[in-house]
């Protein structure tokens, strides 16, 4: 019986215990009661959690139509989403939430921040390599800019150029972008372009404006030797994309299309020798650029010869100046490259002896540099002719075609010279009229497929060596269509004896 009631007392003290928690637990809320009484937003917008505790029914309303309470009514405890939008402002906005729960109302103050002015680059350094084709020789710059801007590039930077896409701004940050075009670096050591994005308008001076550095490294150092020749000739069958010279392993004097000749070594020592370039030959190549510069690198080299350009009878590229660093050069020849202009530092190159731009896109002949080539015996420019045969030149509507107009008289006064090659372009008019005796070393003259018409002059017919051109086929045959003015070509003169070739002495 002593168990039994120690058993029945323990088991009633456990039971108050339990009814007195319960009673705890049966507290009740009265009230209204919000966890945060203010929120503020970055102009992005975004969402922020708000509990709501009260013992009667409640609804919320907004001032603004760019924030929202999800949900808007509720009873008891409710956790809240406030919405807030991206705003489009630059200054910052306010809205008020009013709770109504019976007879009261609370209110909330919501803040969003307005979006700074900003122009900002993702990087402050870009950097690009010293060479790629000319298609690919561009980056894009990512801007982050909610203002219209300007770009600012220093005045004595040439090699840069920069092109803003034409979107237009608005408040909110949105990412622009920049082309920045560039040129090869042709000298050894790093260049860099310091760059500056300013604000456009009056309105937006107040933003800080941005620099960011374009950092291109340099050109690979080469040195006159035969290890530089190699350099330089593998760097321009590189960037002409060709086949040739055959680059294997084999010694340089074995290069398919090179022919060397033994130097003294510049700065060594005293007897000691290397072979150096002397003649380089490269064809069926694909480029839209003059010739890679590395080409001013082969000090010794006496003869350059470049044929076939892709698609070169459509392109119009200006030979550039490195050609003519090259003061030992004898022989040049570029045909079918697309050339349409030559520098007017050519005039230095007084080694020159031959030269043949023959099968490219000029307009007129060089006369300004030829003339002023005073060792220049060959001179070859047949075949300029760009985009498609033209057969009628009184109806022709292209200023572009190639080689055309009147044949200057200079072009014979040029008395040295022993070859001279025009054929197949669109000359046009007759020959002019010099004194018998003029061109007395000519040995080769090819006027042929050009639209000439009149009479041959008598410089012409009495020439020594009228029987050495083959004058039937490379003089005297013109083309079958019409000349500016509307004529057949042909000469009215053409002799039905031609003399022999006189015999050397």
């Known amino acids: 019986m002593r168990l039994s009631y120690k058993y029945i007392k323990s088991l009633a003290a456990a039971c108050l215990l339990t009814f007195t928690a319960c009673e705890e637990k049966q507290v009740v809320f009265t009230g209204f009661e919000l966890s945060a009484n203010e929120f503020h937003f970055a102009a992005e917008g975004g969402a922020e959690s708000l509990k709501v505790t009260s013992d009667n029914e409640w609804t919320v309303e907004t001032d603004a139509e760019w924030c929202l309470v999800t949900p808007a009514n509720g009873v008891g405890v409710v956790d809240c989403q406030i919405l807030v939008d991206t705003s489009y ?3 910052e906005r306010n809205a008020v939430l009013t709770f109504h729960s019976g007879s009261k109302s609370t209110q909330i103050s919501v803040n969003q921040f307005g979006f700074e002015k900003v122009i900002k680059t993702e990087e402050e350094v870009y950097e690009i390599p010293y060479y790629k084709e000319i298609d690919k020789a561009f980056i894009e710059v990512k801007v982050i800019s909610n203002i219209d801007f300007d770009v600012e590039v220093p005045a004595d930077i040439n090699w840069v150029k920069v092109e803003k896409d034409n979107s237009s701004s608005s408040s909110i940050p949105r990412p622009r972008k920049l082309k920045i075009s560039y040129l090869i670096n042709t000298e050894v050591g790093d260049r860099l372009a310091n760059i500056k994005l300013k604000p456009s308008l009056d309105k937006d001076q107040d933003a800080a404006q941005t620099e960011f550095q374009i950092k291109q490294e340099s050109s690979p ?56 370039v002397t003649e380089l030959a490269m064809s069926i190549f694909d480029t839209n650029e003059s010739l890679p510069f590395f080409v001013k690198y082969l000090t010794k080299l006496k003869s350059l010869n470049l044929l076939g350009n892709g698609n070169g009878y459509i392109k119009s590229i200006a030979l550039n100046d490195d050609i003519t660093e090259l003061k030992e050069l004898e022989y040049l020849k570029i045909v079918g490259y697309g050339l349409s202009s030559l520098p007017e530092k050519m005039k230095t190159m007084k080694s020159l002896v031959g030269l043949d731009i023959s099968s490219n896109t000029f307009d007129h002949i060089p006369l300004d540099i030829i003339r002023e080539l005073p060792n220049l015996r060959y001179f070859g420019m047949s075949g300029n002719r760009k985009g498609s045969a033209v057969s009628d030149l009184s109806t022709n509507m292209r200023d572009d075609i190639g080689l055309k107009g009147k044949l200057p008289v200079e072009i014979f006064q040029l008395d040295k010279l022993e070859y001279l090659s025009l054929s197949y372009n669109y000359l046009d008019g007759t020959i002019p009229e010099l004194p018998e005796g003029s061109m007395p070393n000519l040995r080769y003259l090819g006027l042929n497929l050009n639209f000439f018409t009149g009479a041959l002059p008598q410089w012409i017919l009495k020439h020594p060596y009228l029987g050495c051109w083959i004058p039937d086929i490379l003089v005297f045959n013109q083309e079958t269509g019409k000349d500016s003015s509307g004529k057949k070509p042909g000469f009215t003169n053409v002799p039905n004896r031609i003399p022999d070739c006189p015999k050397e002495n």
């Open 89 to 91: 402002l630059y200054n």
């Open 221 to 276: 150092k080469i040195t006159p030797s035969r290890a530089g020749d190699s350099l330089a000739v593998v760097m321009m069958a590189r960037m002409l994309k060709t086949t040739d010279p055959s680059l294997s392993g084999l010694p340089l004097s074995n290069w398919t299309g090179i022919k060397v000749a033994e130097f003294p070594v510049e700065n060594g020592k005293e007897g000691e020798t290397e072979f150096r």
